[in-house]
T-cell receptor, first 111, second 112 residues
Framework: SQQGEEDPQALSIQEGENATMNCSYK?????LQWYRQNSGRGLVHLILIRSNEREKHSGRLRVTLDTSKKSSSLLITASRAADTASYFCATEKGGGNKLTFGTGTQLKVEL | KAGVTQTPRYLIKTRGQQVTLSCSPISGHRSVSWYQQTPGQGLQFLFEYFSETQRNKGNFPGRFSGRQFSNSRSEMNVSTLELGDSALYLC???????????FGPGTRLTVL
């Protein structure tokens, strides 16, 4: 079963715009990870944020975590066509490396 | 460092057959996890192995099994294949518990 939902399910923007994706989850977590997937290929790790962190940055990516609301957001600034992909959040509750994935957001960046 | 590798990349089987998929983790990683991805159910956790022991297991029938060898390489086996087992099977490795998981390219299994 999936831990939570991602919102929106699909997002279409123009190159240069910012893209924001949201993830909600149901139970307490140890960490939350964001991944990118291109056309049914393997998952590429983007950022890991731990439960005691509120915000992390990596290049054009910014992730926030609100444990009181059980939600996270991924912001991609100055989007490029190459950012077109599906984005998934995944939570880890502790006790091992079991990830529970969200439903994903399909991002399309148009030229 | 080489990334996570999975073999084979594509596989076609018929109902009732069995299949074995292989995963080689990043050198030094002792944790290997397996996931199934389908359009209907999304990404679902199958099991995790750490130092040759199964540490976590998802909600899959007993037809799905796995093992890990002393060199951390892992295999998963699906017996008595069903049409619904058609999926992308992803393997991930991690250095530490609660750390980043690095995924392989996946094995695309088609059951006819």
């Amino acid at each position: 079963s999936q831990q939570g939902e991602e919102d929106p399910q699909a997002l279409s923007i123009q190159e240069g715009e910012n893209a924001t994706m949201n993830c909600s989850y149901k139970t307490s977590i140890n960490n939350l990870q964001w991944y990118r997937q291109n056309s049914g290929r393997g998952l590429v790790h983007l950022i890991l944020i731990r439960s005691n962190e509120r915000e992390k940055h990596s290049g054009r990516l910014r992730v926030t975590l609100d444990t009181s609301k059980k939600s996270s957001s991924l912001l991609i600034t100055a989007s490029r066509a190459a950012d077109t992909a599906s984005y998934f959040c995944a939570t880890e509750k502790g006790g091992g490396n079991k990830l529970t994935f969200g439903t994903g957001t399909q991002l399309k960046v148009e030229l | 460092k080489a990334g996570v590798t999975q073999t084979p990349r594509y596989l076609i089987k018929t109902r009732g057959q069995q299949v074995t998929l292989s995963c080689s983790p990043i050198s030094g990683h002792r944790s290997v996890s397996w996931y199934q991805q389908t359009p209907g159910q999304g990404l679902q956790f199958l099991f995790e192995y750490f130092s040759e022991t199964q540490r976590n297991k998802g909600n899959f029938p007993g037809r799905f099994s796995g093992r890990q060898f002393s060199n951390s390489r892992s295999e998963m086996n699906v017996s008595t294949l069903e049409l619904g087992d058609s999926a992308l099977y992803l393997c991930a490795s991690s250095l530490l518990t609660g750390d980043t998981q690095y995924f392989g390219p996946g094995t695309r299994l088609t059951v006819l």
